[in-house]
Structure formats: structure tokens, C-alpha cells
């Protein structure tokens, strides 16, 4: 059965108060969830990187499936407070116009935050939000 994360369900809060609306914390929680498989990855445990965020600079954490290195963050909330205005720059890609998480998701693929297709990436996500 599907359990909400408090601690994590208050960063996603903090996120979406950061982005602003329409980005609901239920879609930001969904994502990190997905990302992290649950809170578990070490790339969560270790660096506090909730989203899979990457970087150019070179670090001990490369991206497995790609060129870039995963962001590390010192906490979870440096990490909200990065991904909330990291979340911002996908305007011109429609996040601000999304009513949906599916919206929300085409969103981010519009501005290739990743390399999933939608449909795998969207139903990752909805193993963590409420049926």
C-alpha cells in the first residue's frame, strides 16, 4: 500500500511554494518519489538529490545514462530550495500552464528534464499519488 512520506511530502510543499502555481506538491512528490525509487536511492540518501538533478561539473556521482554528474546537496531543504527555482526555468516549455501532473510531465519533457518516454515516466509517478 502506498504511505505518504511526511518529511519528504514537506519538501515537496516547499518546493511548489517556491515554484508557485499550478505546480501541485502531490505531482513534485510523485516525481522525487519516482526518482529516488521511494526515498531509497543513494543519490537521495547521500547527496539529498530528490530529482535526479544534474550537473557539468565533474563530481564522484556521473550519470549512468548520460554526460552529465548528479548535484549534491548538503540538505534536503538546499535541495528544495535549488529545484523550486530549477522548476521555474521550464515556463517557456508550459509548466505554468499545466492543470494535470500529466501536463505537468509533458512539461518537463517539452524542456527535456529526462529521457524516459512520458508514458513510463508519467506511470512511475503514479505509483506514489493517491488512487
Known sequence: MFII?????AIAEK????VGYPI???WIYAQMAHETN????D????????????Q????DTPQPDGDFYYKQFSSDDEFAQYFGHYLCLYASDGIYDVT????YVCALKRGCYFGDTVKNY???MLNYVEK
Open 122 to 124: 508519467y506511470g512511475g
Open 100 to 103: 494535470s501532473m500529466y501536463e
Open 38 to 41: 521511494n526515498f531509497t536511492s
Open 15 to 18: 518546493v511548489s511554494s517556491i
Open 43 to 54: 543519490l537521495c540518501v547521500d547527496y539529498h538529490n530528490l530529482a535526479g538533478v544534474t
Open 56 to 59: 557539468f561539473l565533474e563530481n
Open 5 to 9: 512520506n511526511p518529511h519528504y511530502y
Open 24 to 26: 501541485h506538491p502531490d
